[in-house]
T-cell receptor
Framework: AQRVTQPEKLLSVFKGAPVELKCNYSYSGSPELFWYVQYSRQRLQLLLRHISRESIKGFTADLNKGETSFHLKKPFAQEEDSAMYYCALSGRDGGTSYGKLTFGQGTILTVHP | DAGVTQSPTHLIKTRGQQVTLRCSPISGHKSVSWYQQVLGQGPQFIFQYYEKEERGRGNFPDRFSARQFPNYSSELNVNALLLGDSALYLC??????????FGQGTRLTVV
C-alpha cells in the first residue's frame, strides 16, 4: 500500500520569509515523488518531480529515503505562491495500478504582504 | 493546445441515477486517468487507461466503470448514484509515464 501524509492543512508566512511544506510517504518499493500546485480557479498542475532535481519558481524538494520525506522548500516566499499544494507518489502496488498517483490531503499556503 | 478538456463542467443528479463524464486528453497522450476529489481532501485514484486497456483500478465499487476510445478520449460512468458520490471528478492525461496533466474537472452533485 502507498500513503502520502501532509501534516499541515494550513500554512501562513510573510512575504520574503522561508517556507517549507512537509510531505511524508509510505511505500515499500522505489517511489517517484511529485509536488502539484493549484492556484485559485486554475487546474491542478505539476510543480516539480524528484527525478528531475530542478528548481521551479524558486521551489526545491529533496527526496530523503531514510526519513521517507519529500519536503517542498523556498527560501523567500512571494505573494503569488499562495495556493494549494499537493504532494503525490507514484509506484506500483505489486505490479498493478501502473502509473497511479496517490495524493496527500494538501496544504493551503498563504503568503501575506 | 487546449489541454485536457472535461465535460460537462457541472452536473446535478438524483440518487439512484446514472452519470457519464467525458474527457479528451492532450493530443498525443495515450494514457488517461480518473480521480475523485471530495471537498477538503486530495484527489483519489479511480482508473487508469492506456491504449484502450485498463492499467489500474483504485479502491472504488463496481458502480464505477470507465472506457477509452480509439481516439484516446475516455468516459467515466457511475451507476446507482449515492449522495457520497458528490465530488469533483478529475481527468488526467499522460505522454510520459507518471507526468500527469489535469483537466478542470467535472463537479458532480447528487441530491
Amino acid at each position: 500500500a502507498q500513503r502520502v501524509t501532509q501534516p499541515e492543512k494550513l500554512l501562513s508566512v510573510f512575504k520574503g520569509a522561508p517556507v517549507e511544506l512537509k510531505c511524508n510517504y509510505s511505500y515499500s518499493g522505489s517511489p517517484e515523488l511529485f509536488w502539484y500546485v493549484q492556484y485559485s480557479r486554475q487546474r491542478l498542475q505539476l510543480l516539480l518531480r524528484h527525478i528531475s532535481r530542478e528548481s521551479i519558481k524558486g521551489f526545491t524538494a529533496d527526496l530523503n529515503k531514510g526519513e521517507t520525506s519529500f519536503h517542498l522548500k523556498k527560501p523567500f516566499a512571494q505573494e503569488e505562491d499562495s495556493a494549494m499544494y499537493y504532494c503525490a507518489l507514484s509506484g506500483r502496488d505489486g505490479g498493478t495500478s501502473y502509473g497511479k498517483l496517490t495524493f496527500g490531503q494538501g496544504t493551503i499556503l498563504t503568503v501575506h504582504p | 493546445d487546449a489541454g485536457v478538456t472535461q465535460s460537462p463542467t457541472h452536473l446535478i443528479k438524483t440518487r439512484g441515477q446514472q452519470v457519464t463524464l467525458r474527457c479528451s486528453p492532450i493530443s498525443g497522450h495515450k494514457s488517461v486517468s480518473w480521480y475523485q476529489q471530495v471537498l477538503g481532501q486530495g484527489p483519489q485514484f479511480i482508473f487508469q487507461y492506456y491504449e484502450k486497456e485498463e492499467r489500474g483500478r483504485g479502491n472504488f465499487p463496481d458502480r464505477f466503470s470507465a472506457r477509452q476510445f480509439p481516439n484516446y478520449s475516455s468516459e467515466l460512468n457511475v451507476n446507482a448514484l449515492l449522495l457520497g458520490d458528490s465530488a469533483l471528478y478529475l481527468c488526467a492525461s499522460s505522454f510520459l509515464e507518471n507526468e500527469a496533466f489535469f483537466g478542470q474537472g467535472t463537479r458532480l452533485t447528487v441530491v
